[in-house]
């Protein structure tokens, strides 16, 4: 048939295999969504299915849109019954179709993020919840994993273990879902939970959905969590014509609660499953898919599969051993340079890092070099909340005119100056013509003694800060000490304000490197004025124009599903990759070297690999330990350059050798507070020397020797 032609021997499989189970196992780069694609062509002009009785899921609506383009434009098909979406828009169609059924009607809102967090602070103020016991953001990623697990607020503790902490998170997720209720609207959690209860409650739905879905195909399938799992098991259950698509190799988001087992169990889960492997890669050359092979056999928690290609090429991909982390922006910059230079396009071109904070030191040297970049799936780091709270406060201190960043921050973090008091300070300023930081330090008529008190508190701060004579970066860890914002984030159960944790402290690194360079460069101490201006400069960039070439920026997290001809994978280091939070069990380190396959995998043409000996972290230098996935990845399949250290050697300094040190660097070792952790560097002979540690959960700690036991 002329509609297989253009498919390989197992791409024709998959499209043929239309009855019962089918389990594909696509590997990167191995036509999958071509697979897709043509399979329900196959179904809809072969088998003569109707495109009603057809249900596509994708993984994101990007992909959706692509797949009705493709069938309409390559083979004339009408898509406008085809049920064709990501979980979340299936979901809420059905929702909106069987409303009479549940304590919503059909034009129910979704709440998004923004909306969630506005009801969440109503609820914390009416229960009376303390926000530095209960984080807002932990109690919402728990509610978020109950429902998720389909458990409801009446199930809660049927699941989970009841104390304290336990009972006041139930409280919270049973009157959220009220107040849900009350104002007519569901979270994206709640589309796919109220589809499953709907489903699993109501037999004469189930049935009407099971005859409508004759042909239920799923993309991403590793990607499922178990409430998305429930809603295909309960609708396939009755014809078994289910074809899930997936890579377990490629199943990098267990953080947003995606489950494994459901690709690794599906051959349990069915019965008389066909498997079809699709290991043919039209991606990348040979060396590549050698060296992602040679990493994942590592994993065991997968389907074995290897990828091939008769793609052959002479880019052996480059592991770069630098200095620093300076160093590894500065090689990036200047490849990119040379692929410039030989008329590469920078579209072409992609960075890709464990942690968004990596990002800082490549925006400000492609500044420097007058490299064009976008940040994908993300913001510039001095975009970011948590970094211009922090800028706002410096701003002030240079122009006590700046009322928006006055405003910003006069009452962040909370220091009960509220809107009445606010208003009582705009006013004052007003009437007397001066600036609020001026009226903030005079005694305001109309205040309470009590809003008086607060206004004072703030005022001593920053006159304080004005006051102090010391260089740059102390001046910005004594702000941010002050506040109390990193311990804050850092003691946080919610993994997105550990990241701003880890943003603020990269902050405070980038400018302990602004303040060395200038001094190098100036022979002079910069100003606070001097260093605002070099931010502002940098955070010129985010009006680029998306139709002109730009390198792009990514965590290796949002490069999934995407190519390039060129990909630098940087921060090649324990604590990094895998981060220091994932390294307590083998699952965790399994996804992290998942994590990597996936970046690597991404190479159409070279790969550029790195890590730093030293890296600036929380404003001091340490020794780092390049990953252990390096040794993992066999050196036939790339080759090794170590960039000799350029700096001066201080011959007066007296060197304590490695060797005949107590602890020695990647040790790993236990603390009766912090757990366990593994060195990353050793100041010092004998058991007292100063160790820096990375514990678990991302805490970097300078401890003295005799307070660890090794492990």
Known sequence: M??????????????????????????????????VIYRTAYLISEKHISPWNILVVTFTNKAARELINRLEINFGINTRSLWIGTFHSICSRILRYESALLPYDSNFSIYDDADQKTVFKKIYKELDIDKKFFSMGAVRNIISRQKNSLILPDDFFKFNEKNYYTETVHKIYNRYQKYLEENNAMDFDDLLLNTAYLLHDHSQILKKYQQKFRYVMIDEYQDTNYAQFKIVNLIASAHQNLCVVGDDDQAIYSWRGADIRNILNFEKDYKNVKTIKLERNYRSPKIILNLANSLIKYNDERHPKEL?????????????????????????????????????????????????????????????????????????????????????YLRILVNPSDSESFLRIINYPSRGIGKSTMGKIIEF?????????????????????????????????????????????????????????????????????ITRAENLQEFISACSEFYEQFLDENKEEPTLAEYLQNI????????????????????????????????????????????????????????????????????????????????????????????????????????????????????????????????????KVFHKKFGKGIILNVDGKDVDAKLTISFSGGKLKKIIGSYVTRI
């Open 536 to 667: 502002a400069l940098q955070t010129d960039l985010d009006n680029l124009d998306p139709q002109e070439e730009s390198v792009k920026l990514m965590t290796m997290h949002n490069a999934k599903g995407l190519e390039f001809d060129y990909v630098f994978i940087v921060g090649l280091e324990e604590g990094l990759l895998p981060h220091s939070r994932s390294m307590d069990t083998n699952k965790e380190l399994q996804e992290e070297r998942r994590l990597l396959y996936v970046a690597i995998t991404r190479t159409k043409k070279q790969l550029f690999m790195s890590y730093a000996k030293n890296r600036n972290i929380f404003g001091d230098s340490i020794l780092t330990m390049p990953s252990h996935f390096i040794k993992e990845m066999d050196e036939r399949f790339y080759k090794k350059e170590v960039v000799a250290k350029s700096s001066h050697i201080n011959f007066d300094r007296k060197i304590v050798l490695e060797s005949s040190k107590h602890f020695q660097i990647g040790d």
């Open 308 to 392: 091939w290609t008769s793609y052959e090429d002479d880019a052996v991909p480059i592991l770069k051993v630098l200095q620093n982390e300076r160093a590894e922006a500065s090689f990036v910059a200047d490849q990119i340079r040379q692929l410039q230079e030989n008329k590469i396009s920078l579209n072409s071109c992609v960075v890709l890092y464990r942690t968004n904070a990596q990002s800082r030191i490549f925006e400000s040297t492609f500044v420097k070099y007058g490299i064009k970049y976008q940040i994908v799936g993300g913001v510039n780091f001095y975009q970011r909340k948590e970094i211009k709270d922090i800028i706002a």
């Open 429 to 497: 300023a007003f009437l007397n013509n001066i600036t609020l930081l001026e009226a903030i330090n005079s005694k305001i008529p109309t205040l309470s003694k009590w809003q008086q008190t607060n206004v004072n508190n703030f005022a001593q701060l920053t006159k304080s800060w004005q006051q102090l004579e010391v260089p740059l970066p102390k001046l910005v860890q004594k702000i941010l000490d002050d506040l109390g914002l990193i311990d804050q984030f850092k003691n946080s159960k919610d993994p997105q304000e």
């Open 2 to 35: 002329q509609l297989l032609e253009n498919l390989n021997k197992e791409q024709q499989q998959v499209v043929t295999t239309t009855e019962g189970p089918l389990l594909v196992l696509a590997g990167a780069g191995s036509g999958k969504t071509r697979s």
